[in-house]
Every structure is written in structure tokens, then in C-alpha cells.
T-cell receptor, first 115, second 113 residues
Framework: KAGVTQTPRYLIKTRGQQVTLSCSPI?????VSWYQQTPGQGLQFLFE???????NKGNFPGRFSGRQFSNSRSEMNVSTLELGDSALYLC??????????????FGEGSWLTVV | QQQVKQSPQSLIVQKGGISIINCAYE??????FPWYQQFPGKGPALLIA?????SEKKEGRFTISFNKSAKQFSLHIMDSQPGDSATYFC????????????FGKGTMLLVSP
């Protein structure tokens, strides 16, 4: 069974540009969530989607957005990139049932460097 | 506001020793507490998880101890091996938070041969 797949794995962008990251969840998983990982702030929740609807959102500015498609694949977009957006962006998937405790599986992440 | 506090930041243990990482949480709505292991260049991988209705859970060399009244939980790695050298994150989530995890800051574990 394939795991969570994220593309691209590495990318370099210039300040002011925008970036789109993609995530394919584990087959059968309907919940996809995104996290930002930095050395200073650790792992921080960005947002979660379930059946194409944003179900939860973290404390990030509106420049960070996402969406989920009918096949559960998800994309996140960061507009007007800032140097501080350099981070590892992790996608995670789970079955996403109504109760918590569903095992959450992470992809290997997309490394974004903003110069 | 950091809702999950993790300590220590780093830890060096000799091969065969016991590694202990502690976490404390504030939100009493949390009802699921997983631990993740992350190797450099990789995403976090689930190690073991516990719910507050049990005080301890063991899987192989990994044990979670949970103290609901103190709002604390810890990971014990018995017979630590060099291959256990990684960063460990505790996390917490609540039923109302669906698949949202609140993470601790992480502990870098080095097991010396």
C-alpha cells in the first residue's frame, strides 16, 4: 500500500512568488492535513480537509490556503512568499472518522526554500 | 500558547540504556496522545499512542506512561540502540479536533554505541 506522497520534494522560490504543493493521501483516506515544520517553531498545524471541506484551520495568515479534490488529493498554496516561509511542509492523511484517534500518517514533506 | 510541553530538548543515552522523554499538556479536552519518530530527511512516523483510559501501553521496547491527573505522559525506550537515534515528538489531539495534532517541540535522541 503506497504511503502519503508529496510533490515536489524540494523547491526554491523567490520572495513575492507563490508556490503550490501537492499531496496524495493513502488510498481510502479521506482526511488530509498540512503542517509546517521549522527548527524554531517545530511542527505547526496549517489546516485539515475532509471530503473536500476545510474542517479545521491553524493560526496562519491568509497567504496560506489549501483545497482538497474529490479523489482526496490535496494542494496547498502559499502566496507572496516571505523568507520566513522557508520550511518543511508535511502532508498527513487519515481515515478521518468522526472521533479522534485515527492513525495519522505523514509524507516525507516538501522542502521549501525562499530566497 | 504552547499546549504541549516536551522535555528534554536533547538526550544522550548509552547503548542498552533507558531513554525517557516527558510531555505535559494543558488542554483537558485532549484524549489521544501519540508519539512520533522522525529521522533526518523523513516525515514523522507513528511509534505508539495512548488514550487517557489506560495508564500504560507497551509495544516492544517502547512504553508510554500516562498520568491523567498530572496531565503528563512520557515515552520510555528500553534497551536503547544506535538505530533509535532520531527526533521524537509527543502530540495530542481531541475528538473535536478531528485529525489535528498539537505537537511538542521535539527531543533529539542520540544513542552512543
Amino acid at each position: 500500500k503506497a504511503g502519503v506522497t508529496q510533490t515536489p520534494r524540494y523547491l526554491i522560490k523567490t520572495r513575492g512568488q507563490q508556490v503550490t504543493l501537492s499531496c496524495s493521501p493513502i488510498s481510502g483516506h479521506r482526511s488530509v492535513s498540512w503542517y509546517q515544520q521549522t527548527p524554531g517553531q517545530g511542527l505547526q498545524f496549517l489546516f485539515e480537509y475532509f471530503s473536500e471541506t476545510q474542517r479545521n484551520k491553524g493560526n496562519f495568515p491568509g497567504r496560506f490556503s489549501g483545497r482538497q479534490f474529490s479523489n482526496s488529493r490535496s494542494e496547498m498554496n502559499v502566496s507572496t512568499l516571505e523568507l520566513g516561509d522557508s520550511a518543511l511542509y508535511l502532508c498527513a492523511s487519515s481515515l478521518g472518522g468522526p472521533s479522534s484517534g485515527n492513525t495519522i500518517y505523514f509524507g516525507e514533506g516538501s522542502w521549501l526554500t525562499v530566497v | 500558547q504552547q499546549q504541549v510541553k516536551q522535555s528534554p530538548q536533547s538526550l544522550i543515552v548509552q547503548k542498552g540504556g533507558i531513554s525517557i522523554i516527558n510531555c505535559a499538556y494543558e488542554n483537558t479536552a485532549f484524549d489521544y496522545f501519540p508519539w512520533y519518530q522522525q529521522f533526518p530527511g523523513k516525515g514523522p512516523a507513528l511509534l505508539i499512542a495512548i488514550r487517557p483510559d489506560v495508564s500504560e501501553k507497551k509495544e516492544g521496547r517502547f512504553t508510554i506512561s500516562f498520568n491523567k491527573s498530572a496531565k503528563q505522559f512520557s515515552l520510555h525506550i528500553m534497551d536503547s540502540q544506535p538505530g533509535d537515534s532520531a527526533t521524537y515528538f509527543c502530540a495530542a489531539s481531541s475528538s473535536s479536533g478531528y485529525s489535528t495534532l498539537t505537537f511538542g517541540k521535539g527531543t533529539m535522541l542520540l544513542v552512543s554505541p
